[in-house]
């Protein structure tokens, strides 16, 4: 299956301002979801995402799922030291699978 | 919300040995279960569906001889890496949906295999 791209691979910021990962797909995705792998640990599912245009919420985050179901992007206001980790978007494959794009590791300094 | 439950998180065997990795659905069953491998600062790969009753599916490139699932109950799935090598150190980690509709993967706490 086609990977999702994701860029940038890494970003660091200073604690308070903000961070922006993006995912893109050549092809259009039925959804798209949105994973958080802290430092030694395993994938935490953050959101799905399934409508044109749809934008949710929570918290510090905002996720948005672009008009032509091909692109997505995480916004964190205000970052933390606590929202350091790599941050995945993922297409169902099949309807099962996940494919994880290449991830984007946030580190955030004090 | 559902738990995933790996085995085990750490190992370290020798060249030429065989490792066995279990991946447990605590509390529902999973029919399907999912494994991936990891290098480090590197995304998951998706190395094989692992089917309760039925062989695995294994990603082109992967070798099925190799990487040997089981997926023998609803609610455990092995995966055993045979005549380990160095390249082969890397982190599996698997994952389950409670069901074929859910949205949420649920993952185990993954497995960082060094072989020396």
């Known amino acids: 299956g086609q990977q999702v791209m994701q860029i940038p691979q890494y970003q660091h910021v200073q604690e308070g301002e903000d961070f922006t990962t993006y995912c893109n797909s050549s092809t259009t995705l039925s959804n798209i979801q949105w994973y958080k792998q802290r430092p030694g640990g395993h994938p935490v599912f953050l959101i799905q995402l399934v409508k044109s245009g749809e934008v949710k919420k929570q918290k510090r985050l905002t996720f948005q799922f672009g008009e032509a179901k091909k692109n997505s992007s995480l916004h964190i206001t205000a970052t933390q030291t606590t929202d350091v980790g790599t941050y995945f978007c993922?297409?169902?494959?099949?309807?099962?699978?996940?494919?994880f794009g290449k991830g984007t590791t946030l580190s955030v300094s004090s | 919300g559902a738990v995933v439950s790996q085995h085990p998180s750490w190992v370290i065997c020798k060249s030429g040995t065989s490792v066995k990795i279990e991946c447990r659905s605590l509390d529902f069953q999973a029919t399907t279960m999912f494994w991936y491998r990891q290098f480090p600062k590197q995304s998951l790969m998706l190395m094989a569906t692992s089917n309760e009753g039925s062989k695995a599916t294994y990603e082109q490139g992967v070798e099925k001889d190799k990487f040997l699932i089981n997926h023998a109950s609803l609610t455990l799935s092995t995966l055993t890496v045979t005549s380990a090598h160095p390249e082969d150190s890397s982190f599996y980690i698997c994952?389950?949906?409670?069901?074929?509709?859910?949205?949420?993967?649920?993952f185990g706490q993954g497995t960082r295999l060094t072989v020396v």
């Open positions: 993922a297409r169902n494959q099949a309807g099962t699978a996940l494919i």
């Open positions: 994952s389950a949906r409670e069901t074929a509709g859910s949205t949420e993967a649920f």
